[in-house]
């Protein structure tokens, strides 16, 4: 017997009762071109992206002496909104450090989200520093983007979501990056659905999952720009959480060039009206561009629309790139 897993399928169903009412339940429809593929729409969570189910599940978890202090993050992105969000909601305090280098728009974004920011040096790493300090002299609580047990179970009622829409997928096509999504997607539905095919879709540049589960161990890659910026940066070299989870539940990786994501960001456009982010459409391109064929009920997680309008007019257009 291999060792538990740090999150169980009670730890994602205690995760779906405390967000009940707290999250939206999004919608899963037929893709009319591409037959047995189903799109679960959850781009139109709240704050755009499934990120609020694991920073509302992080911080109802804890204890009301750490709440009352509030919950500190280094993310501008989808975890930031959704920690800012999260944070508003349960009346807690959310301070978001950033550096100088992060653009207006984005900042903008977080603030408005009731957030307090701390923008401090020239990095991400300097960042990193303003949220060590203040977890040591405020008694802030860092809540992480992935590698965090309440986490991974937040993201994981997702995964109770699709069973309760498409009770025996065929295969599940999920987005991974630091992998807090398809640890918690993969255990929720192989404890259900046992047959169900689990299948991690990131871009071919900087997968810094893809690369560690082949080494064995977490390593780091180089980091590029694509177009699904959401699944940039890297795992952790100090993993404790996702790593194991996905090298024991994930059946198979698969990576797409640059092209292909546009090409699916184009094709969900099409299909549904809206404009999802690169991260959001790994898994149709992977099946656009043939790497896997669908079979009777492949889900495909759409998991975020935060893409800048202009990238977006520029994809549509047919523009490299
Ligand atoms: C964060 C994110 C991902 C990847 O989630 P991980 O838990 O880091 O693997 C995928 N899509 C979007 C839109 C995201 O914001």
């Keep these: 017997m291999s060792a538990p897993l740090p999150v169980t399928p009670d730890d994602i169903r205690a995760a779906e009762a405390r967000l009940r009412g707290r999250v939206r339940l999004t919608p ?73 280098l992060v653009p207006a728009n984005k900042v903008q974004a977080v603030r408005d989200l009731g957030a307090e920011l701390r923008i401090t040096g020239q990095s991400q790493d300097e960042a990193m520093i303003e949220v060590a300090r203040a977890v040591r002299e405020e008694g802030l609580t860092e809540v992480p983007p992935f590698d965090h047990p309440a986490v991974v179970a937040g993201q994981g009622t997702l995964g109770l979501e699709i069973l309760a829409q498409c009770p025996a997928p065929s295969a599940v096509l999920i987005p991974l990056s630091g992998g807090g999504l398809a640890a918690g997607v993969a255990a929720a539905i192989r404890a259900r659905s046992p047959a169900t095919r689990l299948i991690g879709v990131t871009m071919e540049r900087g997968a810094a999952m893809a690369a560690s589960l082949a080494a064995g161990h977490p390593v780091t890659v180089e980091e590029m720009p694509t177009l699904a910026d959401s699944l940039g940066g890297g795992i952790g070299l100090d993993n404790r959480v996702t790593f194991a989870m996905c090298r024991a539940l994930l059946d198979e990786v698969i990576l797409v060039a640059e092209p292909e994501i546009a090409a699916a960001m184009r094709h969900i456009h099409a299909v549904t009206g809206d404009a999802v982010e690169g991260a959001a459409a790994v898994g149709i391109a992977a099946i ?25 007019a520029r994809i549509l257009q047919g523009q490299p790139a």
């Design 28 to 100: 899963m429809r037929a893709d009319p071109r591409l037959p047995g593929v189903l799109l679960k729409q959850e781009y139109r969570q709240e704050t755009g992206a499934f990120k609020l189910r694991g920073a509302t599940n992080a911080i109802l978890s804890l204890p009301p002496d750490q709440l009352r202090r509030g919950v500190v993050t280094a993310s501008t992105g989808n975890h930031g909104r959704a920690l800012a969000y999260a944070a508003r909601a349960a009346g807690a305090r959310a301070v978001v450090c950033l550096s100088h």
């Design 288 to 312: 656009l561009a043939g790497r896997l064929r669908p079979g009777p009920a492949t889900v495909c997680i759409l998991s975020g629309a935060n893409v800048a309008p202009e990238t977006f």
